[in-house]
């Protein structure tokens, strides 16, 4: 019975290193900004299972991005706290599995995407992942623009989406493109300024570790926050959400930017978490603003 019981706990913890491989909580987030894509690039009723496809292989795709993520930068998680624990550095996994792991997904996501949705979105799939992998992920250790350039195929997943339902890459598309690419800055700067130690140990060069007294990092979140008031504001002029989104819109992105000045007046790690919650939870209601303020096509 203990050998029994000791295979199940094997098996178990690596099914669960399989899942966190896949980095589901940045996974979930491309999943919603995808199908909210879709939603606003939808002409007439939603075609549901269309959708399910597209939300399906994008999925895909963002898991075995970061099952390669995972294989690239195993060695640097492994001086970081925060990530030591992670399949590859605790050893759970070997790297030559996830590996094949990441590789399988992506390759099945961008095929599923081409076969059951298109040529585009299936481009635009592919286009994310190997930007992540081959520009910003090698950039991390070498420039702070590397953020700059992360935030381009971050900002992709709801472009998927709208051109998915739509078949164009027009207007909208490169809206819902410039929301997501300045909301990921004051994100990304806070959660980076929480973890600033951790980053110089692994020799990664984000803002905060080049940048110790956090002028720049926060000069820098507040300033996209601001960028991103004028952005979120666009669906409405442009004709595609309503008034109320309008100022719902107005709302939350002032209450963030509050929050971003609030973070920078005393810059500490407990206040660059609450930013970072902030963020968290502004793309999720902001696009959920525009979703049911749309104006019918």
């Known amino acids: ?3 029994l019981r000791t295979a199940e706990l094997t098996l178990a913890s ?3 290193a399989y ?6 909580d940045v996974s979930f987030l491309v999943l919603i900004t995808t199908a909210a894509g879709y939603y606003m690039g939808a002409r007439g009723p939603v075609a549901w299972l269309h959708l399910i496809h597209t939300v399906f292989g994008t ?4 898991a075995g991005t970061a099952a390669l993520n995972h294989y690239i930068e195993r060695e640097s998680d492994g001086y970081m706290r925060r990530t030591a624990s992670r399949p590859l550095p605790s050893g759970t996994l070997r790297p ?8 399988a997904l992506a390759l099945a ?10 040529v585009l979105p299936a481009a635009l799939g592919s286009a994310t992942c190997l930007a992540y992998l081959l520009a910003y992920t090698p950039l991390k250790k070498r420039t702070v623009w590397a953020t700059f350039v992360g935030a381009f195929p971050g900002a992709i997943p709801p472009m998927i989406g709208w051109v998915a339902a739509s078949g164009r890459l027009d207007l909208g598309a490169w809206l819902l493109f410039a929301i997501l690419f300045f909301w990921q800055f004051p994100h990304f700067h806070a959660i980076a300024w929480m973890y600033r130690e951790d980053y110089a140990r692994a020799g990664i060069r984000m803002l905060p570790v080049i940048d110790p007294e956090g002028v720049r990092t926060f000069r820098q979140i507040i300033l996209m926050a ?5 952005v979120s504001l666009l669906p409405s002029i442009a004709g595609i959400t309503g008034v109320f989104y309008f ?3 107005f709302v939350l992105s002032v209450s963030l930017l509050r929050v971003c000045l609030w973070a920078a007046k005393a810059k500490t790690n407990a206040r660059a978490k609450w930013l970072m919650h902030a963020t968290v939870l502004h793309i999720p209601l902001l696009l959920a603003l525009m979703m049911y303020d749309k104006i019918p096509r």
């Open 109 to 118: 996501g961008a095929l599923y995407l081409y076969f059951a949705i298109g």
């Open 1 to 3: 019975m203990s050998t």
């Open 96 to 103: 030559r599995e996830a590996l094949i792991f990441g590789v």
């Open 226 to 230: 601001i960028g991103l008031i004028g």
């Open 19 to 24: 899942v966190a491989l896949t980095k589901p």
């Open 59 to 62: 999925m895909l795709i963002a």
């Open 247 to 249: 100022f719902g819109a």
């Open 14 to 16: 690596r099914a669960n």
